[in-house]
């Protein structure tokens, strides 16, 4: 065996120890020769035993072999827990995903056996009748065809801004530069007035009973400091969600040939902001009275269009719960509407898109809640 050890020549140290062990008196026990050990003497002292160079060596290369096994094993056992606890973490992981819903959790309607089509007497050019509970589309007609939505723009508005509203009794300064333009576009209000100091709990009411392009300008610029940037967050929303036929280019609905949507895109869009507590009761509101201000001592007295429209012909099998109209010409009579049927208590979604007229509109909406709202 080589006299190196751990790369070092060891030769000149075995030759003097063993010019020193030749001197020695001491016998060496034919049992213990070879090893390198101590054996006790009676008197307490160590008797040191003649080992041989080649028998040092192995005996340092087995304790090291030793030694390093010793500090091996304490990690090796660690690093199997470990990979045993990765892999238990891994197994739980796995259990967990199968056994929850989807990590975008995304809405999804379906299509089954007994869809069935828009009545042709209906004359929205495009509609869609959902069960919330099952997701099932009951009835549609031309569901992902591209349209303008109108005011049913602002259900998408309610939503990004109860999501990024901090403080609902922080207020915004009314401005000309918000409510000449929207004068003369001949867009529906509000009423706010230049100077006047609404809560952001107002805006929101405002902008969805009377429909008030005011009001959603004003959550725009205090939000997000534009609204363009705020029409970037409502895109951003509608990706979230999985619309692939939505883009908005404004928060008020006003005509713009690159802001459109479907009927089943909409009603995504109005389950997500009902399944929101403060969205919902707004949707839901028939009369709301503003906070008063300077301008109006007495506040304003908002009225919700889709009940001032609706209320006293209702249909008899359901409740028409809340939601939302619109119009412009371009988009025609637009509704978005959610209810339930008066004895099974299930709710519905029912979106009508680009009606001829208002009448049409409302009453095409009744009829669908009579046939298919069960």
Same mark, same amino acid.
């Given at each position: 065996?080589?006299?190196?050890?751990?790369?070092?020549?060891?030769?000149?140290?075995?030759?003097?120890?063993?010019?020193?062990?030749?001197?020695?008196?001491?016998?060496?026990?034919?049992?213990?020769?070879?090893?390198? @050990?101590?054996?006790?003497?009676?008197?307490? +002292?160590?008797?040191?035993?003649?080992?041989?160079?080649?028998?040092?060596?192995?005996?340092?290369?087995?304790?090291?072999?030793? @030694?390093?096994?010793?500090?091996?094993?304490?990690? @090796?056992?660690?690093?199997?827990?470990?990979?045993?606890?990765?892999? @238990?973490?891994?197994?739980?992981?796995?259990?967990?995903?199968?056994?929850?819903?989807?990590?975008?959790?995304?809405?999804?309607?379906?299509?089954? &056996?007994?869809?069935?089509?828009?009545?042709?007497?209906?004359?929205?050019?495009?509609?869609?009748?959902?069960?919330?509970?099952?997701?099932?589309?009951?009835?549609?007609?031309?569901?992902?065809?591209?349209?303008?939505?109108?005011?049913?723009?602002?259900?998408?508005?309610?939503?990004?801004?109860?999501?990024?509203?901090?403080?609902?009794?922080?207020?915004?300064?009314?401005?000309?530069?918000?409510?000449?333009?929207?004068?003369?576009?001949?867009?529906?209000?509000?009423?706010?007035?230049?100077?006047?100091?609404?809560?952001?709990?107002?805006? /929101?009411?405002?902008?969805? /009973?009377?429909?008030?392009?005011?009001?959603?300008?004003? /959550?725009?610029?205090?939000?997000?400091?534009?609204?363009?940037?705020?029409?970037?967050?409502?895109?951003?929303?509608?990706?979230?969600?999985?619309?692939? &036929?939505?883009?908005?280019? =404004?928060? %008020?609905?006003?005509?713009?040939?690159?802001?459109?949507?479907?009927?089943? &895109?909409?009603?995504?869009? /109005?389950? +997500?902001?009902?399944?929101?507590?403060?969205?919902?009761?707004?949707? %839901?509101?028939?009369?709301? +009275?503003?906070?008063?201000?300077?301008?109006?001592?007495?506040?304003?007295?908002?009225?919700?269009?889709?009940? &001032?429209?609706?209320?006293?012909?209702?249909?008899?099998?359901?409740?028409?719960?809340?939601?939302?109209?619109?119009?412009?010409?371009?988009?025609?009579?637009?509704?978005?509407?959610?209810?339930?049927?008066?004895?099974?208590? =299930?709710?519905?979604?029912?979106?009508?898109?680009?009606?001829?007229?208002?009448?049409?509109?409302?009453?095409?909406?009744?009829?669908?809640?009579?046939?298919?709202?069960?």
């Amino acid at each position: 065996m080589s006299e190196n050890f751990n790369g070092k020549d060891y030769s000149e140290y075995f030759k003097i120890l063993e010019q020193k062990l030749d001197t020695s008196k001491t016998a060496v026990p034919s049992k213990y020769e070879g090893r390198n @050990i101590k054996k006790r003497s009676k008197r307490g +002292t160590y008797r040191v035993f003649r080992i041989r160079p080649a028998a040092v060596i192995c005996a340092f290369a087995v304790a090291a072999a030793v @030694i390093a096994t010793l500090i091996a094993v304490p990690a @090796i056992k660690s690093r199997g827990e470990n990979k045993n606890s990765e892999e @238990i973490k891994k197994s739980t992981d796995s259990a967990n995903i199968t056994a929850k819903e989807p990590e975008n959790n995304r809405i999804v309607y379906n299509f089954t &056996d007994s869809t069935a089509p828009i009545p042709a007497e209906n004359d929205a050019e495009a509609a869609i009748v959902i069960n919330t509970k099952t997701h099932d589309i009951i009835a549609a007609k031309n569901e992902h065809e591209r349209l303008y939505p109108a005011s049913t723009t602002k259900i998408m508005t309610l939503i990004v801004a109860c999501e990024n509203i901090k403080n609902f009794s922080d207020t915004f300064t009314m401005m000309l530069d918000i409510t000449d333009p929207l004068f003369i576009e001949g867009a529906s209000v509000a009423g706010f007035l230049n100077q006047e100091k609404i809560s952001m709990t107002d805006l /929101l009411y405002g902008m969805i /009973l009377p429909s008030g392009a005011d009001a959603a300008m004003g /959550l725009a610029v205090k939000i997000a400091g534009s609204e363009e940037a705020f029409a970037g967050l409502m895109n951003d929303k509608a990706k979230e969600l999985g619309l692939e &036929d939505t883009h908005f280019v =404004n928060v %008020s609905g006003l005509h713009d040939e690159e802001q459109y949507t479907t009927a089943y &895109d909409m009603a995504v869009i /109005l389950e +997500t902001a009902i399944s929101n507590t403060l969205c919902r009761k707004i949707l %839901s509101t028939y009369q709301y +009275t503003t906070a008063s201000t300077p301008q109006h001592p007495e506040g304003i007295n908002l009225t919700s269009t889709l009940f &001032d429209y609706m209320y006293g012909t209702e249909p008899e099998t359901a409740t028409i719960e809340g939601g939302k109209t619109g119009f412009v010409n371009e988009a025609g009579y637009c509704i978005a509407s959610y209810g339930t049927n008066n004895t099974t208590k =299930n709710e519905y979604i029912v979106v009508t898109l680009k009606n001829s007229a208002r009448s049409p509109a409302v009453f095409g909406q009744i009829d669908l809640y009579k046939q298919f709202v069960k």
